[in-house]
């Protein structure tokens, strides 16, 4: 049990593993660990992945964009495994400094551009394609202003809800009231959103709902932290038919099945290469 005394040192030092569930991953340096290439594949597009919230935001944004027709859309999506340390390989770190997924790479330019961070793959498939992305200057403000909410909204959710009711290994009130109050604030903020309009943005479907939907639809749809009882999300009614409409969309479905680990390769594939890997199986 932790100390309930405990008082911190004049100067933190690091002496022994901290995270509970995600103890291995977590290291105040940054920086590879081991050198390792990243893989290349045949497609214009290169995703580095895993099949979480953050990861799949990615996925169904390529999804949607092939359903649209844009065969620059194409994609390889390799596995990067978090708790075995793939994230701290050299390939990587050059991908993306911070070694978090997801990390995009565009063959399709004069030189292979990098970009990392969700929401920035996000924005820089939407310009590139000119999808998923309002022209009109207003509208477009308004998605930004949502899509820019998820990014800072969200580690209060996983980070902290996620974090100490879920995976800490010890159970503290204190943190897990503070981080369930927060949530609930924002499932509520969400609501009150959606029950005005039927997209998070606006009329139209935007990359603000797909940034969205994985953390926020993934949490009233019961598919984290096994606390949907918890926190009461049945009260959330606007934000939980949203999250029933994206969820259904074929993309959505496409999408969600990236970069998971999984024996049933009905419900995921651990990379993907070509769009038949994800066609049902026969």
Partial sequence: ??????????????????????????????????????????????????????????????????????????????????????????????????SKIPALVDHSTDKPLRVFESGSILLYLAEKFGEFIPKDPAARTEMLNWLFWQMGSAPYLGGGFGHF???????????????????????????????????????????????????????????????GEFLSVHEYKHLMAWAEKIDARPAVVRGRKVNRVTDDRSEGVAERHDASDLDPVA
């Fill in 165 to 227: 009711y879920a995976y800490a290994p010890e159970k503290f009130q204190y943190p897990i009231d503070r981080f369930a109050m927060e949530t609930k604030r924002q499932l509520d903020v969400l609501d009150k959103a959606l029950a005005e309009r039927p997209y998070i943005a606006g009329d139209d479907y935007t990359i603000a709902d797909i940034a969205i939907f994985p953390w926020y639809g993934g949490m009233v749809l019961g598919r984290a932290y096994n606390a």
């Fill in 1 to 98: 049990m932790s100390d309930p005394t405990y008082t911190p040192p004049k100067v933190w030092t690091w002496d022994k593993p901290s995270g509970g569930h995600f103890a291995s991953i977590n290291r105040p340096i940054s920086g590879a660990t081991h050198e390792k290439d990243l893989p290349v594949g045949k497609h214009p597009l290169q995703l580095y992945s895993m099949g979480t919230p953050n990861g799949v935001k990615v996925s169904i944004m390529l999804e949607e964009l092939l359903a649209r027709g844009h065969e620059g859309a194409e994609y390889d999506a390799w596995l990067i495994r978090i708790g075995e340390g793939d994230q701290f390989s050299s390939g990587f770190v050059a991908a993306n400094p911070n």
